[in-house]
């Protein structure tokens, strides 16, 4: 049987199997690999970190760099007072509030970035201006979750990008960063810390671990696909003709 399915016409029937297990079985190991990152990053606890220049992490136009979850950074730009944003449904110590989010272009770059400023019990805030530095907590914005129902107001239910953007007149980073020091006077608000920021989902680090077998389920049924293909060809290529349908031909002469 082997023997016979090494003959150059069944060759394209072997080579889409290799071809299609190959990349189905790749993908499943990258999406292992993602799996494992991403338990990876949500064990380490860079919080206490030395802050580093938000420039060796990330660009306005690339994506989060999940390693660096939590990481502090430090940036420097320009308050964009007139797209200061209020995040609904913040608690500090039980009470429910606000957070105070406001962008800063950040220099050297045409994008932006959200700050949480601080929380406040109310929708307003001092609004800042001029040039500023930020130390703080680099964060992912958020998924899935509420809409904004009223997107002409400065209330916003979630730090999530597609909403924000409604808000800023620039582009913005993917990302925000919680603000732990801000140069220039105080503004009243009350800071937020790291154990009030909603925890970032881990259906993402699943999701990735059930793609990977579901590359390899593929891997397994192209391979079956190939192995029934290969039993047919051989059947077919070795099936004795019927004796009867002689006899019959026979009988007809």
Partial sequence: MFVMLLRPRYWPGHLAMVVCVSIAVGLGVWQLDAWQTRRADAARDISNDAPVALATLMSGDSPFPGRSLGRPVTLSGTWMSDSTVYVSDRFRKKERGYWVVTPVKVDGSESAMPVVRGWAPEPKAPAPSGDVTV???????????????????????????????????????????????????????????????????????????????????????????????????????????????????????
Avoid at 145 to 151: F, L, R, S
Avoid at 163 to 177: G, I, M, W
Avoid at 203 to 217: D, Q, S
Avoid at 221 to 230: K, S, T
């Fill in 135 to 253: 130390t703080g907590w680099l964060q992912a914005t958020e998924g899935s979750g509420p809409i904004d129902e009223d997107p002409h107001d400065d209330v916003i239910p979630m730090m999530r990008l597609a909403t924000l953007v409604e808000h800023v007149d620039a582009d913005l980073f993917s990302a925000y960063v919680v603000a732990r020091d801000v140069s220039g006077a105080p503004d009243g608000l009350e800071s937020v810390t790291l154990a009030a920021i909603p925890e970032v989902s881990g259906f993402t680090a699943l999701r990735n671990f059930l793609y990977a077998i579901e590359w390899w389920v593929f891997a397994a049924f192209a391979f079956f696909v190939w192995f029934r293909w290969c039993r047919d060809s051989y059947e077919v290529a070795t099936a004795v003709p019927d004796e009867d349908d002689g006899n019959d031909e026979d009988t007809d002469a």
